[in-house]
């Protein structure tokens, strides 16, 4: 991928984004039956509304006048609550009109969906990874305990990192994705971390995924 492209080129077409709200977003099609299974969001993490970020900031942690950051591609992904650190690789839309997942057979890895926005700029990135694989629990396993105002950190290629403070978690079926409140744009930089969630049946896989909403806060 040329990182150096014209930023006509670096921000989504909305006919691709129009594309990804109606057909939602897929990871594994065939999970893994994992003991237990990876943990669901727990009620009190629920959105609470579609907040105003603006006014969110004041009772957040975040810098005053946090500003958008220029465009830049992502490199890598921590979450520190669940100790994940994890490289990214770009991803785009698979044959069926689905966002892409990375590569299965590396469990730490994530995927940036690079047609869309990156993280830091104004609009809502979206960034994806497997709940498991053959082997058992993969990179986003554990999305789904994550709690308000914990972080997500975001390395770019420019050598910036755009910090997120979650603000929400919740589990939606895939045949009924609310794909305008997930990827829709608040005017403000946001962060999607979406993996497979809800329940599991080995012909059919997970019939839901879990989405983490997060706000930009700060940038270093």
């Known amino acids: 991928m040329d990182h150096n492209a014209p930023e006509s080129r670096k921000r ?3 006919g691709v984004l129009a594309l990804v709200m109606l057909t939602g ?3 594994m099609r065939n999970g893994v039956d994992v003991p237990l299974g990876p943990p669901q969001p727990a009620a009190a993490a629920a959105l609470d509304s579609v907040p105003d970020p603006a006014a969110a900031a004041s009772t957040s942690d975040s810098e005053p006048d946090v500003r958008p950051l220029p465009y830049a591609p992502m490199s890598r992904v921590r979450i520190p609550a669940l100790r994940v650190d994890a490289p990214v690789v770009d991803v785009g839309l698979d044959p069926d009109g689905w966002i892409a997942a990375p590569p299965p057979r590396d469990p730490n890895l994530a995927g940036w969906y690079q047609n869309g926005i990156a993280p830091g700029q104004r609009g809502t990135a979206v960034v ?3 709940v498991d694989n053959r082997s058992g629990p ?4 554990g ?3 994550l709690e308000k105002g914990e972080h997500v950190e975001v390395e770019r290629f420019d050598g910036r990192t755009a910090v997120f403070e979650i603000y929400g978690v919740e589990v939606y079926s ?11 744009d608040s005017g403000h930089p946001e962060l999607r971390v979406i993996t497979c969630g809800g329940g599991f049946s080995k012909a059919n896989g997970y ?9 930009l806060v700060r940038t270093r």
């Open 207 to 215: 019939d839901g995924n879990v989405v983490v909403f997060a706000r």
């Open 174 to 184: 895939k045949n009924d994705f609310p794909a305008a409140r997930v990827y829709g």
């Open 25 to 27: 977003i897929a990871m």
């Open 12 to 14: 989504s077409p909305w």
């Open 128 to 130: 994806v990874g497997h």
């Open 143 to 145: 999305l789904g305990s």
């Open 138 to 141: 993969a990179v986003f396993f």
